[in-house]
């Protein structure tokens, strides 16, 4: 159709403005009639898409704009606003602002700036620009003031009709506490008809507002509760009204929301404490088992857990366009490159300071150095963006005052899922017995029989696997970068210490309750200044129970 | 008398000797060798090799806990930076109202913030004696704190090591902060004089090489002084054993707690006497991995020697400062590849290869291989 842009328009608008009566132009209109029914039995013959057919509807709506009558003209946007063309919003905005405009050869466009005597203009239809034309070119589609407000309420409410959801939804949101008497009519019609009921509480939400500004006493039982903030505006300014019955209704509801938005605020704030405790819990996890059962401190942990996050950024490097598919393949793939590089420190050093953990310390400090500044040569010291794949982007909204982070819910379960995880292992399988046992009694186990190395490689191996777990959900959370496990060494040691040393299930006792508290102390306390009480909390704590919230017993505990 | 002991000792006597002749030597070299010579030690070498020797001092203070009482503390930066801190102070206090704002009695970090007074812990570092107690003080207090709370409830080995860490760690987060009074991340600096003389003349980093020096000599005296009496002998017993020591008699935990706030204010010395020379302290002072580094200098020179400290401070910044100054990415490397070497295979350090007392340590060693966990904790 674009590729005849003139004699169509031209024919249909002569026809259509035989009525609008432009006399001057008979034999045009004449001319143009032939072209079109010559060109109509063109179109015919082709199968038409369906872009032309939406267009062909499109210019018959537009059309009816271009008549005298004022009245024609406010049926004619009621039937743009009804027609869900997904163009009406923008054809109804340029007719607010006088931008939709007609050529002399009758095509429609909308001007884009209208400063000088030759104005940039772009199809309406189509949308594409055409370049400059002069302003004797154009015909402007003029309104009144009713029409102004009429154009304003359909505007807001063009969406509505749309056949998509999410346009509906997104402008059932943008009405609360916009609606004014014109659009009251039209909104208690479309509730009637709306088939989501999502969009009809929040139409019925808008009305209600609407109504409670317009001193209804019954619209207050229906906002009463409401959590969104607009309807405590309109609350907040009913209370302060003249109507005392109103106001001291209003006030009670006020009342209501506030205890309720309390409640969603210490649901919020246990959300991310959680959220920042699940974190914990994977970074300590690993060093539960490699401090925890092995009475190994490993410095490089941090490391290793950086190491996991880079293999996440460098599995989405080798699948480009499937970050999601990267980041599940990330999890075995950084169990097993930190499971590799823990191997590689138990026996490259490890394995020499049996029984010296405090050189121990030193010499893993060493290798997390070494660790660190590898990634900065070979890689970059720069932070490297890891992708956050689509379904684990955006947030669940609860209700208006509480919405959960939806990667933040996914790294929760991942850690429950390592715990329960490891969990099994140590508790159902030959692999846990071993080395429960090597923990309790190193010389009886391996007199039993219990190759003690063995047990030594394949812990240290599951305890560093673990923290590149960690990595991979961190690559979610926060910055990759060489000093990401830097940041974490310090906590993961905290939360061990505080769980008790050599239990599993204090570590996540301890992570959970040392990320909500942290949480609970940030709003009056900031978050250094919070991250300064625990740590001073901890210091403590370990003075009054050294070994911690769930500590050791018999004599394990005596090492 | 306990303090005279040391100077009867052939091992003390040759590290003073050392000492005062490398002092007497750069002295010399830097006066009166004519500037331009090959041998002319110029300011900035003096400057640097002051810095090295309050990191001699600081090391010295990590040996006596970790070397004779078996507490491996990684927050000794903290009483390092404290002592450093409480001379900044002064310091800044000295500038008066040379500042850039020019305010007589405010630092300008505090004319920037908007604060109208002196808060009230900055009162009286205008005096160089008051300031000079608080470098002991601050950190003596720290020390008896944490120690008391610690020790009391016998917390030790890596647990001890961990908390010392957090320790730190939170103190560094602390001094980040803007409302601390202590200039934040840009910590205290801009330093004028001291004592009435200019910081930026070569007389007076002389001075502060020469002062190093001497504090050096006498922080290692009281040290050794120390470590050879009864008290050190039950620092020695309670590193091996300390279940035995306690079960003899001793209390452990006071003589753990002595020991730690001595070495915490050797520390702040140290501190006190390495920010004039640098010029400025900031929270960086504070950071786990720097409290770190001195255990490795420690152990790099030989634990439980004293001497053996101060060599692993002067040789680990010496590399440190040639490789930051030649290839500065290869420096991390070496540092981490020292850590581990040295543990894995120097665990005596550069004094254990010296071949000093090489008959003591083997004769230690069997003992350890007849009484497995008396052992452990003495490597410990």
Same mark, same amino acid.
């Given at each position: 159709?674009?590729?005849?842009?003139?004699?169509?328009?031209?024919?249909v608008?002569?026809?259509?403005?035989?009525?609008?009566?432009?006399?001057?132009?008979?034999?045009?209109m004449?001319?143009?009639?032939?072209?079109?029914w010559?060109?109509?039995?063109?179109?015919?013959?082709?199968?038409?898409?369906?872009?032309?057919?939406?267009?062909?509807?499109?210019?018959?709506?537009?059309?009816?704009?271009?008549?005298?009558?004022?009245?024609?003209?406010?049926?004619?946007?009621?039937?743009?606003?009804?027609?869900?063309d997904?163009?009406a919003?923008d054809?109804?905005?340029?007719?607010?602002d006088?931008?939709?405009?007609?050529?002399?050869?009758?095509?429609?466009?909308?001007?884009?700036?209208?400063?000088?005597?030759?104005w940039p203009?772009?199809?309406?239809?189509?949308?594409?620009?055409?370049?400059?034309?002069?302003?004797?070119?154009?015909?402007?589609?003029?309104?009144?003031?009713?029409?102004?407000?009429?154009?304003?309420?359909?505007?807001?409410?063009?969406?509505?009709?749309?056949?998509?959801?999410?346009?509906?939804?997104?402008?059932?949101?943008?009405l609360l506490?916009?609606?004014?008497?014109?659009?009251?009519?039209?909104?208690?019609?479309?509730?009637?008809?709306?088939?989501d009921?999502?969009?009809?509480e929040?139409?019925?939400?808008?009305?209600?507002?609407?109504r409670l500004?317009?001193?209804?006493?019954?619209?207050?039982?229906?906002?009463?509760?409401?959590?969104?903030p607009?309807?405590?505006?309109?609350?907040?300014?009913a209370?302060?009204?003249?109507?005392?019955?109103?106001?001291?209704?209003?006030?009670s509801?006020?009342?209501?929301?506030?205890?309720?938005?309390?409640?969603?605020?210490?649901?919020?704030t246990?959300?991310?404490?959680?959220?920042?405790?699940?974190?914990?819990?994977?970074?300590?996890?690993?060093?539960?088992?490699t401090?925890?059962?092995?009475?190994?401190?490993?410095?490089?942990h941090?490391?290793?857990?950086?190491?996991?996050?880079?293999?996440?950024?460098?599995?989405?490097?080798l699948?480009?366009?499937?970050?999601?598919?990267?980041?599940?393949?990330?999890?075995?793939?950084?169990?097993?490159?930190?499971?590799?590089?823990?191997?590689?420190?138990?026996?490259?050093v490890?394995?020499?300071?049996?029984?010296r953990p405090?050189?121990?310390?030193?010499a893993t400090?060493?290798?997390?150095?070494?660790?660190?500044?590898?990634?900065?040569?070979?890689?970059?010291?720069?932070?490297?963006?890891?992708?956050?794949?689509?379904?684990?982007?955006?947030?669940?909204?609860?209700?208006?005052a509480?919405?959960?982070?939806?990667?933040?819910?996914?790294v929760?379960?991942?850690?429950?899922?390592?715990?329960?995880?490891?969990?099994?292992?140590?508790?159902?399988?030959?692999?846990?017995?071993?080395?429960?046992?090597?923990?309790?009694?190193?010389?009886m186990?391996?007199?039993?029989?219990?190759?003690?190395?063995?047990?030594?490689?394949?812990?240290?191996?599951l305890?560093?696997?673990?923290a590149?777990?960690?990595?991979?959900?961190?690559?979610?959370?926060?910055?990759?970068?060489?000093?990401?496990?830097?940041?974490?060494?310090?906590?993961?040691?905290?939360?061990?210490?505080f769980?008790?040393?050599?239990?599993?299930?204090?570590?996540?006792?301890?992570?959970?309750?040392?990320?909500?508290?942290?949480?609970?102390?940030?709003?009056?306390?900031?978050a250094?200044?919070?991250?300064?009480?625990?740590?001073?909390?901890?210091?403590?704590?370990i003075?009054?129970?050294?070994?911690?919230?769930?500590?050791?017993?018999g004599?394990?505990?005596?090492? | 008398?306990?303090?005279t002991?040391?100077?009867s000792?052939?091992?003390?006597?040759?590290?003073?000797?050392?000492?005062?002749? /490398?002092?007497?030597?750069?002295?010399?070299?830097?006066?009166? @060798?004519?500037?331009? *010579?090959?041998?002319?030690?110029?300011?900035?070498?003096?400057?640097?090799?002051?810095k090295?020797?309050?990191?001699?001092?600081l090391a010295?203070a990590?040996d006596?806990v970790?070397?004779?009482?078996?507490?491996?503390s990684?927050?000794?930066?903290?009483?390092?930076?404290?002592?450093?801190?409480?001379?900044?102070?002064?310091?800044?206090?000295?500038?008066?109202d040379?500042?850039?704002?020019g *305010?007589?009695?405010?630092?300008?970090f505090?004319?920037?913030?908007?604060w109208?007074?002196?808060?009230?812990?900055?009162?009286?570092?205008?005096?160089?004696?008051?300031?000079?107690?608080?470098?002991?003080?601050?950190?003596?207090?720290?020390?008896?704190?944490?120690?008391?709370?610690?020790?009391?409830?016998?917390?030790?080995?890596?647990?001890?090591s961990i908390?010392?860490?957090?320790?730190?760690?939170?103190?560094?987060?602390?001094?980040f902060r803007n409302?601390?009074?202590?200039?934040?991340?840009?910590?205290?600096?801009?330093?004028?004089?001291i004592?009435?003389?200019?910081?930026?003349?070569?007389?007076?980093?002389?001075?502060?090489?020469? /002062?190093?020096?001497?504090?050096?000599?006498?922080?290692?005296?009281?040290?050794?002084?120390?470590?050879?009496?009864?008290?050190?002998?039950?620092?020695?017993?309670?590193?091996? /054993?300390e279940?035995?020591?306690?079960f003899l008699?001793?209390?452990?935990?006071r003589?753990?707690?002595?020991?730690?706030?001595?070495?915490?204010?050797?520390?702040?010395?140290?501190?006190?006497?390495?920010?004039?020379?640098?010029?400025?302290?900031?929270?960086?002072?504070?950071?786990?991995?720097?409290?770190?580094?001195?255990?490795?200098?420690?152990?790099?020179?030989?634990?439980?020697?004293?001497?053996?400290?101060?060599?692993?401070?002067l040789?680990?910044n010496?590399?440190?400062t @040639?490789?930051?100054?030649?290839?500065?990415?290869?420096?991390?490397?070496?540092?981490g590849?020292?850590?581990?070497?040295?543990?894995?295979f120097?665990p005596?350090?550069?004094?254990?290869?010296?071949?000093?007392?090489?008959?003591?340590?083997?004769?230690?060693?069997?003992?350890?291989?007849?009484?497995?966990?008396?052992?452990?904790?003495a490597t410990?």
């Open positions: 159709m674009r590729n005849f842009p003139l004699p169509w328009p031209a024919a608008r002569a026809s259509a403005g035989g009525v609008a009566g432009h006399p001057g132009r008979g034999l045009v004449l001319l143009s009639l032939l072209t079109l010559l060109l109509g039995g063109a179109v015919q013959a082709q199968t038409p898409t369906p872009e032309t057919a939406a267009d062909a509807t499109a210019i018959q709506l537009l059309e009816a704009l271009d008549v005298s009558s004022y009245a024609e003209k406010g049926e004619a946007i009621e039937a743009i606003v009804r027609s869900d997904e163009r919003r054809w109804l905005s340029a007719l607010l006088g931008r939709l405009q007609r050529t002399d050869e009758g095509r429609f466009v909308v001007v884009l700036d209208n400063i000088g005597r030759h203009v772009a199809d309406a239809l189509s949308g594409e620009p055409l370049g400059e034309m002069s302003r004797r070119e154009l015909d402007r589609i003029g309104i009144n003031n009713a029409l102004r407000n009429q154009l304003r309420s359909a505007i807001a409410v063009v969406d509505l009709y749309s056949a998509d959801l999410a346009l509906r939804r997104a402008s059932a949101e943008r506490g916009e609606v004014d008497a014109d659009l009251a009519g039209p909104l208690s019609e479309l509730i009637e008809q709306e088939s009921a999502r969009v009809r929040r139409l019925a939400l808008a009305l209600a507002i609407h500004e317009q001193g209804e006493l019954a619209a207050i039982d229906h906002l009463d509760g409401s959590l969104h607009r309807a405590r505006v309109a609350l907040s300014r209370a302060a009204g003249a109507d005392d019955e109103l106001a001291s209704a209003a006030r509801a006020l009342n209501d929301i506030e205890q309720k938005l309390k409640l969603n605020r210490a649901a919020e246990l959300y991310f404490g959680l959220s920042l405790g699940s974190v914990l819990v994977l970074a300590a996890i690993g060093l539960a088992i401090f925890g059962v092995m009475g190994v401190i490993n410095m490089a941090g490391e290793l857990i950086m190491l996991g996050a880079y293999t996440t950024w460098a599995m989405q490097q699948l480009p366009g499937q970050p999601g598919l990267a980041l599940i393949l990330a999890v075995p793939a950084g169990f097993l490159v930190a499971a590799l590089a823990g191997i590689a420190i138990e026996r490259g490890i394995q020499f300071l049996k029984g405090l050189e121990t310390l030193l400090f060493g290798v997390s150095l070494i660790l660190q500044q590898l990634v900065r040569t070979v890689i970059s010291p720069l932070n490297r963006t890891v992708v956050t794949p689509e379904w684990m982007s955006g947030s669940l909204v609860v209700n208006d509480l919405s959960l982070t939806l990667n933040r819910m996914v929760l379960g991942f850690a429950l899922v390592v715990f329960a995880g490891l969990m099994l292992i140590m508790r159902r399988t030959r692999l846990g017995l071993e080395v429960r046992a090597v923990t309790q009694n190193r010389a186990a391996r007199s039993m029989g219990i190759r003690a190395t063995r047990v030594d490689i394949l812990t240290f191996a305890g560093s696997g673990v590149g777990l960690a990595g991979v959900a961190l690559s979610q959370l926060t910055n990759v970068g060489p000093n990401l496990g830097q940041n974490y060494i310090i906590d993961s040691f905290m939360v061990v210490v769980g008790g040393v050599g239990n599993l299930w204090g570590t996540l006792v301890a992570g959970l309750s040392l990320g909500v508290i942290n949480q609970v102390l940030e709003p009056w306390a900031g250094v200044l919070a991250k300064i009480i625990v740590l001073v909390f901890i210091i403590l704590f003075q009054k129970r050294p070994r911690g919230l769930f500590p050791q017993k004599r394990a505990a005596e090492g | 008398m306990w303090l002991r040391p100077f000792e052939r091992s003390t006597l040759i590290f003073l000797g050392v000492l005062l002749a /490398a002092l007497l030597l750069v002295t010399a070299l830097h006066l009166a @060798v004519p500037r331009g *010579h090959p041998l002319h030690v110029t300011a900035y070498t003096v400057n640097l090799l002051g090295y020797l309050s990191y001699a001092l010295v990590v006596l970790w070397g004779y009482l078996g507490i491996l990684l927050g000794h930066g903290a009483f390092f930076a404290l002592g450093g801190y409480a001379m900044g102070m002064y310091l800044m206090r000295q500038i008066g040379r500042g850039v704002y *305010h007589p009695e405010l630092p300008d505090m004319v920037f913030l908007n109208d007074s002196l808060p009230w812990y900055w009162l009286g570092f205008d005096m160089a004696g008051f300031a000079l107690l608080m470098v002991l003080l601050a950190p003596g207090a720290l020390a008896l704190v944490f120690g008391f709370l610690a020790f009391r409830s016998r917390v030790t080995g890596v647990y001890l908390i010392t860490q957090a320790l730190t760690f939170a103190l560094m987060l602390a001094f409302e601390m009074g202590f200039g934040g991340n840009n910590g205290l600096t801009d330093f004028r004089d004592l009435g003389f200019s910081l930026r003349s070569d007389a007076t980093r002389l001075g502060l090489f020469l /002062a190093t020096g001497v504090a050096l000599a006498l922080g290692y005296v009281l040290c050794r002084a120390i470590v050879a009496s009864k008290l050190g002998r039950v620092c020695v017993a309670t590193r091996d /054993a279940a035995r020591t306690r008699g001793y209390r452990v935990e003589v753990q707690l002595f020991v730690f706030v001595v070495s915490a204010m050797l520390a702040g010395v140290a501190g006190a006497l390495y920010v004039p020379q640098v010029g400025i302290i900031n929270p960086s002072e504070f950071s786990p991995i720097f409290s770190i580094e001195i255990v490795l200098w420690v152990a790099l020179g030989g634990r439980a020697t004293l001497y053996g400290a101060v060599i692993g401070a040789l680990v010496y590399a440190k @040639v490789f930051t100054g030649v290839m500065p990415d290869a420096w991390l490397f070496a540092l590849a020292l850590f581990v070497l040295v543990t894995v120097l005596r350090g550069v004094a254990g290869l010296l071949g000093y007392r090489v008959k003591r340590l083997k004769r230690r060693r069997q003992d350890e291989e007849d009484t497995p966990t008396a052992g452990r904790e410990a």
